[in-house]
């Protein structure tokens, strides 16, 4: 099992080198979709409508056979076919089924533990020279069978997002920082590790908006060398005027789905990460609708769970995404308002 840190396979993917199999896992969507385009890119443009193929795991088209027989087909142009594997959690890292007692309600991905995986598995075992098969998972149930065939014979790319690893070796937001100074040194800026540390404060452990703040940090800073703590206060201070960071929430925890959907559009439209606004409603449902109205709490975290996969495998527009998921939580108005904003 090869395995690399996403800076070497960048380096990697720049030679044109690619494996037969790849699995890119980690919360750091992002930076995926640059590694995924440049996989695509190691592929004449002109020959990419024919030699590279993305599919979604567990939808049409996207069963084990499919994605089995997509791998086998010989490319149409070139030497090359280039099959991803989007939200390969699904068949990595399923939602348990449901235990007795529980809901007999089936999702997406409970549905995964039945899906026969063999095609797919005898594929991983055997891949054919011409074809790079690539799973992309939001992460993976390393005592699964399949996730242990998938890990043996693929290149492991892992892409962490600011938290702390398990066995408490490193810190992997270190990692990020000093990941993020040095994109900041290609793009020609320099920057005090202690400004780095503001913004991965105000991320609040999700990588996503830290990635944001960073591009709209080099947007500001356009023609300076030097990016200073005051550039960091002014995009910070720019990005509060803008909204209340609780609107949202309010909104929902008051039952006006219009007025949370509106709110939510001016963050988005901010610059704000979604992923960090599904984040804040994680913590609503957790914190304070399970106080408010326990029965409403089950049902919401299904949806933040769907949501969340989709946003992190590019499962659909991020807007419409959490559109949908506020229309999902609003219900009828909490009987003390208390309990829709700050803690």
Do not use: C
């Not at 149409?76 to 068949?91: H, N, P, Q, S, Y």
């Amino acid at each position: 099992m090869p395995t690399f840190d996403p800076r070497a396979l960048e380096a990697r993917l720049k030679t044109g080198k690619l494996d037969r199999v790849h699995l890119f896992v980690g919360e750091d969507v992002k930076l995926i979709d640059r590694m995924i385009d440049a996989v695509e890119a190691t592929v004449d443009e002109g020959d990419r409508p024919f030699a590279v193929e993305r599919i979604y795991a567990g939808e049409a088209g996207g069963t084990p056979i499919d994605i089995a027989a997509a791998a086998r087909s010989l490319p149409m142009l070139g030497d090359r076919r280039i099959v991803i594997v989007m939200r390969a959690e699904r068949f990595l890292k399923p939602k348990r089924a449901s235990k007795p007692g529980e809901s007999e309600e089936r999702t997406e991905d409970d549905a995964a533990e039945a899906i026969d995986l063999a095609p797919l598995e005898a594929y991983v075992e055997s891949p054919v020279d011409s074809t790079t098969l690539v799973f992309v998972a939001a992460g993976i149930d390393k005592g699964r069978r399949f996730s242990k065939r998938v890990v043996e014979h693929a290149t492991v790319t892992e892409f962490a997002g600011l938290v702390v690893d398990m066995g408490g070796r490193r810190e992997v937001r270190t990692s990020a920082i000093e990941q993020i100074a040095r994109e900041l040194a290609e793009r020609g800026r320099s920057v005090e590790p202690r400004v780095l540390q503001v913004l991965v404060e105000r991320a609040g452990g999700d990588i996503s908006r830290l990635r944001d703040d960073v591009e709209r940090l080099l947007l500001y800073t356009e023609g300076q060398k030097r990016v200073s703590p005051e550039d960091v206060d002014e995009i910070v201070a720019a990005q509060v005027t803008v909204a209340d960071e609780w609107a949202v929430v309010n909104a929902i925890a008051a039952g006006d789905t219009g007025r949370a959907v509106r709110e939510a559009a001016a963050r988005l439209d901010r610059g704000d990460s979604p992923h960090a606004l599904v984040g804040q409603l994680r913590w609503w449902v957790s914190a304070r609708l399970a106080e408010a109205d326990a029965s409403r709490v089950r049902p919401a975290v299904e949806a933040l769970l769907r949501t969340d996969l989709a946003l992190k495998s590019s499962g659909g527009d991020e807007r419409v995404l959490v559109e949908r998921l506020i229309v999902e939580l609003t219900g009828k108005p909490l009987p003390d308002r208390r309990w829709a904003g700050r803690r």
